[in-house]
């Protein structure tokens, strides 16, 4: 498996721009699809993004579309997530994930990271 370390989190306003970012370690990271998933209290966890293994592929949950961008640097063994006209309903612990499969549900991501809190104020 692959570890995952989240950063960039913060608190923000509404409209503000933030950039997580999540290391892999391991050498394998450009053979694995990269997903970001949030949390927000009391919810379930949601997708938000993923990426295939070059990058040639992205994927958006629809209340993302349009104001986030995943994207990898597989040479850094870096995914991001660049976050722009941030809601105050973007507000949750954000995850990175890695799967061996084209996917956009959480059981088939093996390997998570330990989050890390956006919170956007109105």
């Known amino acids: 498996q692959v570890q995952l370390v989240e950063s960039g989190g913060g608190l923000v306003q509404t409209g503000d721009s933030l950039r997580l970012s999540c290391a892999a370690s391991?050498?394998?990271?450009?053979?694995?699809?990269m997903g970001w998933f949030r949390q927000a209290p009391g919810k379930e966890r949601e997708f938000v993004a993923s990426?295939?293994?070059?990058?040639?592929?992205?994927y958006y949950a629809e209340s993302v579309k349009g104001r986030f961008t995943i994207s990898r640097d597989n040479a850094k063994n870096t995914v991001y997530l660049q976050m722009n006209s941030l809601r105050p309903e973007d507000t949750a612990v954000y995850y990175c994930?890695?799967?061996?499969?084209?996917?956009?549900?959480?059981?088939?991501?093996?390997?998570w990271g330990q989050g890390t809190q956006v919170t956007v104020s109105s």
């Open positions: 391991g050498r394998t990271f450009s053979s694995y699809f």
């Open positions: 994930a890695a799967a061996n499969v084209v996917t956009t549900t959480p059981g088939n991501f093996g390997s």
């Open positions: 990426i295939s293994w070059s990058g040639a592929r992205t």
